[in-house]
């Protein structure tokens, strides 16, 4: 029972930042605008966010700092995120390109700023945000240990973004409206709804959870910050690809990368897995390869956004 | 062909104003850091290159061999339709192909290094070809199909060089050196830039770029690629076999990034296939130099010496106690105002007249579809 217990907590802090980061990119998909900047906005977002850990670690620590660093992140996220929103939606510029040289600058912006602030690259901080148990809930039989043990606060964060992004595009005006700009703008333009005004929101929502997914992968996973995020930017683009831009998929196939990256990670010390002799260089390409043959079976009926990608322009209505 | 030599001189212009901007921020950045250090920093950037005479010129061409294949691995594919952002991939399995034969082969004598070579360019091929198929005959979408196709190469490429013993350097975590016979011959440039670490390798890229554009511009073949690109459904509706036309732009573009790969690793200096879980930028590089040059083959060319020349004057910069980021920094900002270039560039083009602004259109649009 402690290895089903170990592997689950594990799963969770690969889990949750893809999980965080695909949700975002699903509202700036779902607006029409590709993302594929992710892997620069959560290196950005983990960059500021593990910087103010770094340089606040001497006398501040605990959920307190965590939950100051997340916000920090969030915004980050959104200020770097702006640069994609006004080259795709003022520009009107390929979103690919955009996205790609966003990609580019992030990792080498942290470096550069590291440096200049600290002399390294790596940005070093001190974890003190496990909690080993949480109160009460920590003792409940079998959900305690898997739950509520070894967890960190922006588990649940992870949890209450699924939840609230649910909600807010299939329950709210904001979300209608969304989703009728990635579908078809012209018609939601006619409605009287502002088409740029919405997928500047959808491309800020997914800087913002684009920031904060980098923050809570690089906290659990590592010790420091090294001005990469290990290519989770682009898996939490096939995530979303895989959970077909729909928030309930999108957490399940989170859960199964996630239980892929963690067995990789830690196979060594499962039993059963270990005696299987398997190399982990097969777990860590399994979720990439599952997704290629998935994506064989759905696009031919894919449920991507129908105007993904084409720069809205009014004079074509 | 008035009309054709006014785009052409667009397309210049607006790769120079990316530049421009591109370089003025990164000023501004090195101002930041230490306002008394930048201009000289700056002047570095530009200059550097040429500290060592002969020899730094040709590490600059020896830096712009492997991204002007991937370059011109990213426009072809641009040129057709299809982004290859499987470029990092590409490389890295092309590059094993050549490390593979490079180590074992080596009974094969004077013909060993073109046989790492054809190796690597068959590598790359194959993993461009997956892509290609997917997108041939699932609509699977090439870019995430590739980025995918990037991991699983990776992967693999580490998990067989590390746990096949002949490959591997377990001293120093990476790929044994090739054998002398796979290294890719100087063909007479270490004459002309004694010292530096280019080889013929530059030559060959020169003559793929040439071959390239011969395909591109002065073949049916070739004709067909492109009009697939613009228009996938008018060009199935003409009768051209449009699935075929995909599938052999992934793979020649593949071919081309594997090619790469080949020719950096078997260089005879000192590059091994690291096994780090990390892509390599090569790769990543060769998406810059396609859009800087606005996916002109010949164009190509140009950024790729272009941008290892800054990459080479970055070297010097850790002289004023500036990182070499920067230089990434300020190809990203190029990059990100080049995707700004192409309004600026239909702007003028509609300055110029009506026609061009609608054929532009007319490629978007097909672009997208």
Redesign the interface.
């Known amino acids: 029972m402690n290895v089903v217990y170990f592997i689950f907590q594990q799963t969770m802090y690969f889990m949750i930042p893809l999980m965080i980061v695909a949700l975002g990119a699903m509202f700036s998909e779902r607006s029409g605008i590709i993302n594929i900047a992710l892997e620069g906005i959560m290196t950005m977002g983990a960059f500021t966010g593990v910087l103010f850990l770094s340089l606040t670690g001497g006398n501040f620590s605990g959920q307190g700092q965590l939950l100051i660093a997340a916000v920090i992140s969030m915004a980050t996220g959104m200020v770097f995120s702006l640069l994609h929103a006004y080259a795709s939606i003022n520009m009107k510029s390929d979103q690919v390109i955009s996205g790609t040289a966003l990609n580019m600058f992030a990792p080498a912006f942290a470096i550069f700023v590291a440096r200049v602030i600290q002399g390294v690259q790596q940005v070093p901080f001190s974890n003190t945000f496990r909690i080993v148990s949480v109160p009460v809930l920590g003792k409940i039989p079998f959900l305690g240990p898997l739950l509520f043990q070894n967890a960190y606060v922006t588990t649940y964060i992870g949890i209450v973004i699924f939840v609230l992004s649910y909600v807010v595009l299939y329950k709210t005006k904001f979300g209608l409206r969304l989703r009728s700009c990635g579908e078809h703008p012209q018609a939601a333009d006619a409605a009287g709804i502002n088409v740029y005004r919405m997928q500047y929101a959808g491309v800020l929502i997914s800087g913002a959870l684009g920031g904060l997914g980098g923050l809570v992968f690089v906290v659990p996973t590592s010790t420091n910050f090294n001005a990469d995020v290990a290519g989770y930017g682009f898996l939490a683009l096939a995530v979303l690809i895989f959970g077909q831009w729909k928030p309930v998929n999108i957490m399940f196939a989170s859960l199964f990368f996630g239980l892929m990256k963690a067995v990789a990670s830690a196979y060594s010390g499962i039993p059963f897995l270990h005696d299987l002799g398997i190399p982990s260089y097969f777990y860590k390409m399994v979720p990439y390869i599952i997704t290629l043959i998935v994506l064989i079976f759905t696009s031919r009926n894919s449920q991507a956004p129908k105007a993904e990608g084409i720069p809205y322009d009014k004079g074509q209505r | 062909m008035k009309q054709k030599s006014t785009k052409n001189y667009t397309g210049i212009l607006s790769s120079i104003f990316a530049i421009v901007l591109g370089l003025i921020v990164g000023l501004i950045?090195l101002f930041f850091?230490n306002a008394q250090q930048a201009l000289p920093g700056f002047a570095t950037i530009l200059t550097g290159a040429f500290t060592h005479g002969a020899k730094g010129v040709g590490q600059v061409f020896y830096y712009a061999t492997p991204i002007i294949l991937t370059g011109l691995s990213v426009g072809f594919a641009f040129k057709t339709g299809l982004?290859n952002?499987g470029t990092p991939g590409q490389f890295i399995v092309g590059g094993f192909g050549a490390v593979y034969v490079g180590i074992l082969f080596t009974s094969l004598g004077p013909v060993h290094w073109i046989a790492a070579l054809l190796t690597s360019v068959a590598f790359g091929a194959l993993w461009g070809l997956?892509p290609g198929l997917?997108k041939a005959y699932?609509?699977?979408?090439e870019?995430?199909?590739s980025?995918?196709?990037?991991?699983?190469g990776m992967?693999?490429v580490?998990?067989i060089t590390?746990?096949y013993k002949p490959l591997f350097n377990n001293l120093r975590n990476e790929s044994r050196n090739v054998a002398a016979s796979a290294n890719i011959p100087k063909m007479g440039l270490d004459k002309i830039f004694p010292g530096s670490s280019v080889n013929g390798g530059i030559i060959i890229a020169i003559l793929v770029v040439i071959l390239i554009w011969l395909i591109l511009n002065k073949t049916t073949f070739g004709y067909e690629l492109k009009a697939v690109g613009f228009n996938r459904d008018a060009s199935k509706f003409a009768g051209i076999d449009e699935k075929k036309s995909i599938i052999f732009s992934m793979m020649i573009a593949g071919a081309i990034a594997g090619l790469a790969g080949g020719l950096l690793y078997l260089a005879g200096t000192g590059k091994h296939i690291e096994i780090k879980?990390?892509?390599p930028s090569e790769g990543?590089t060769g998406?810059?130099v396609a859009?800087l040059a606005l996916n002109n083959p010949i164009g190509i060319l140009f950024s790729g010496i272009f941008i290892a020349y800054l990459t080479a004057g970055g070297f010097y910069l850790q002289l004023f106690e500036f990182?070499t980021?920067?230089?990434?920094?300020i190809?990203?900002?190029i990059?990100?105002f080049?995707?700004?270039a192409?309004?600026v560039k239909l702007l003028i083009n509609k300055i110029n007249g009506r026609k061009a602004t609608i054929s532009e259109q007319s490629r978007e649009g097909g672009k997208?579809s």
Request: aromatic share 16%; hydrophobic share 65%.
């Open positions: 950045v850091c982004f952002i997956v997917l699932f609509n699977v979408n870019v995430i199909a980025i995918m196709m990037n991991y699983i992967y693999l580490n998990w590390k746990s879980d990390v892509l990543f998406i810059s859009l990182s980021e920067i230089i990434d920094i190809v990203a900002v990059i990100y080049s995707a700004f192409l309004m997208k």
